[in-house]
């Protein structure tokens, strides 16, 4: 079955940019979608298709992938983007189709 | 607004039952196709379960496979999953969330608050 590898945390100070991958063979060639879920909440999707923003979702987010690995990069980083983040993608030839990556806890210094 | 909002969640017995229920607004509920999501506490998300929009195709994870049932009444726009032969490792917060996507490239970009179910004796 088709597996999703995030790292379990990242530190960033603010301002900075923090980047969070998503490991998963041939991920590039998947649509590639990431939540945002903060403590006690729900998730919020963030990023869908790789690349493409919900509206209402800041420019400060933004996805792409190469390869192995997609990845979620937050510029200009803020003290309320503290979250975990969550990678997903859906593959409709597995009897089991709906995959999440292990959610990467994001700490602002 | 669109919205989706749990119910059902609370205290069941290893191996016994419950029932969660979604109730959908602010969308045509009949043209979704429709997830549940749980997360246990202190870990990741995992997918459940999945229903199309007209009521199959279903999936299910492999973890929940017999043992719970995803359904729909589109006529009530609401969702549900009977949980049976409760596990320890059932204890979650249970979310449900809308489908949407292209290509079978699917996400969920409208998810309810979660409901909490605790198996225990």
């Known amino acids: 079955s088709y597996e999703l590898t995030q790292p379990p945390s990242v530190s960033v100070a603010p301002g900075q940019t923090a980047t969070i991958t998503c490991g998963g063979n041939?991920?590039?060639?998947?649509?590639v979608h990431w939540y945002q879920q903060k403590p006690g909440q729900a998730p919020v999707l963030l990023v869908y298709?790789?690349?493409e923003r919900p509206p209402g979702i800041s420019e400060r987010f933004s996805g792409s992938g190469s390869g192995n690995t997609a990845t979620l990069t937050i510029s200009r980083v803020e003290a309320g983007d503290e979250a975990d983040f969550h990678c997903?993608?859906?593959?409709?030839?597995?009897?089991?189709?709906?995959?999440f990556g292990g959610g990467t806890k994001l700490t602002v210094l | 607004e669109v919205q989706l909002v749990e119910s059902g969640g609370g205290l069941g017995q290893p191996g016994g039952s419950l029932r969660l229920s979604c109730a959908a607004s602010?969308?045509?509920?009949?043209?979704?196709?429709m997830n549940w999501v749980r997360q246990a506490p202190g870990k990741g998300l995992e997918w459940v379960a999945y229903?199309?929009?007209?009521?199959?195709?279903?999936h299910y994870a492999d973890s929940v496979k017999g043992r719970f049932t995803i359904s729909r009444d589109n006529a009530k726009d609401s969702l549900s999953l009977q949980m049976n032969s409760l596990r320890a490792e059932d204890t979650a917060i249970y979310y449900c969330?809308?489908?949407?996507?292209?290509?079978?490239?699917?996400?969920?970009?409208?998810w309810g608050k979660g409901t909490t179910v605790t198996v225990s004796s």
């Open positions: 969330a809308r489908v949407v996507g292209e290509r079978y490239h699917f996400y969920m970009d409208v």
């Open positions: 602010g969308f045509s509920f009949s043209s979704y196709d």
């Open positions: 229903i199309r929009s007209s009521g199959g195709p279903i």
């Open positions: 041939n991920i590039a060639r998947k649509g």
């Open positions: 298709d790789g690349s």
């Open positions: 997903q993608v859906w593959d409709p030839l597995s009897d089991c189709p709906g995959i």
